[in-house]
């Protein structure tokens, strides 16, 4: 079965990739990701300097799900701007994700990673644990300026990242924005913030940072990832391609994001508890999943859910 889409002119091998941010900060992990099954190296959304991230424990995995609040952990970007020719060698699409603290911090990384020539630049507008820090995505009239300062410095595809959205109005107004700024596409969404887990038995959170406050990633929040995929790709009527992002765990929850629009998925949580192989497994299940009704192809099924 042929698993392999095409993104903004850029041909990814499988449609399976990393989410930014699980097993994508280090050389090593970056590395690893390269010579694993994956379609792509995402790289973890990087900042103007290096920053070690929240206090641990910050991450905690349970049944359905997980919860984070890692603050934004990076080797900072020169690192991956040096790293990046290196990573092209694995013959699959590089993504570099930038996430600056302000909004000049963003033009400075599109500049110099633009120059490093990863495959693709993703404007991450979306990250939702930064004590102090609002998200950017939340703001349509600050998003549509930043996005129109940093498109004209970048010449690979920029596809943005957004958090998820709960209302209809909402969806609308940032699809307008997407439309107006030259976005290649869209990855579809980063984790759902501001969820608290309770160990019941300690009687305290999961999680250090924030009171405990985290984002969460996992099969619970698949219903909120679909729902923002299929309003988006609805909203831009197809024309912008989108990575769907959320509750990836098994091979019919990437075909569900296919049916509601998404071209490729991205694997968060289920990467961090399984590892690299997870990506091997979700390729067999989704290929069975294909077979079992008949298809050929993804495209077949893009876009394609049965409205009741």
């Not at 698993?3 to 990814?12: D, E, Q, R």
């Not at 990855?187 to 250090?208: F, Q, W």
């Not at 909203?235 to 019919?252: F, H, K, S, W, Y």
């Amino acid at each position: 079965m042929d698993l392999s889409v095409t993104i903004a002119g850029v041909k990814f091998p499988t449609c399976f990739m990393n989410a930014s941010g699980a097993l994508c900060v280090t050389r090593e992990e970056l590395i690893t990701l390269g010579r694993s099954r994956a379609g792509a190296i995402v790289t973890k959304s990087m900042t103007l300097e290096p920053r070690v991230g929240n206090p641990e424990p910050r991450y905690y995995g349970f049944p359905g799900g997980s919860i984070n609040s890692m603050g934004l952990p990076n080797l900072g970007y020169r690192a991956y701007a040096e790293m990046i020719p290196e990573l092209t060698r694995f013959g699959k699409p590089v993504i570099a994700s930038i996430a600056g603290l302000c909004e000049d911090d963003f033009l400075t990384m599109a500049r110099v990673i633009n120059q490093a020539r990863p495959d693709l630049i993703e404007v991450n507008l979306s990250c939702p644990n930064i004590p102090g820090k609002p998200q950017i995505a939340y703001d349509p009239v600050d998003s549509e300026r930043l996005l129109k300062r940093v498109r004209p410095l970048i010449t690979v595809p920029m596809g943005v990242k957004l958090p998820p959205y709960f209302d209809p109005a909402h969806h609308a107004v940032m699809a307008d924005v997407i439309r107006r700024c030259g976005v290649d596409y869209l990855n579809l969404i980063n984790s759902v913030g501001n969820g608290l887990v309770v160990d019941a038995k300690r009687e305290m959170p999961v999680i250090k940072p924030k009171g405990g406050f985290g984002g969460l990633g996992g099969s619970l929040i698949k219903p909120v990832a679909l729902a923002n995929v299929r309003a988006f790709w609805k909203l831009l009527e197809g024309r912008i391609p989108i990575i769907g992002t959320g509750g990836v765990v098994q091979g019919v929850d990437a075909f569900e994001h296919v049916l509601c629009g998404a071209s490729a998925v991205q694997v968060g949580t289920a990467l961090v508890e399984e590892g690299a192989g997870v990506f091997e497994r979700l390729e067999r299940e989704l290929a069975a999943e294909l077979a079992m009704r008949g298809k050929q192809s993804l495209e077949e099924c893009r876009g394609k859910l049965k409205e009741l």
